[in-house]
């Protein structure tokens, strides 16, 4: 994931910073690059709380190391 995340970085800003931006290169990313890793970050990411449906935790109460009695 973090070369994803790195690729997505740096396809960006070689789109949107610097003398060789222009706008259709942002377009470009906007259109193809995020669409792409949204579908793919799903894959492995938890979608846990995306539609406001929390996971529920449970409420075990832990010592002060953490640790279930």
Known sequence: MAAEI????????????????????AQHWHDRWRPAFAARITDWASTDGLDGDHRVVDTVTRDEKGARP
Request: aromatic share 10%; proline share 5%; charged share 25%.
């Open 6 to 25: 790195a690729t997505l970085a740096y396809t960006w800003r070689q789109a949107n910073l610097g003398p060789e931006a222009n706008e259709r290169d």
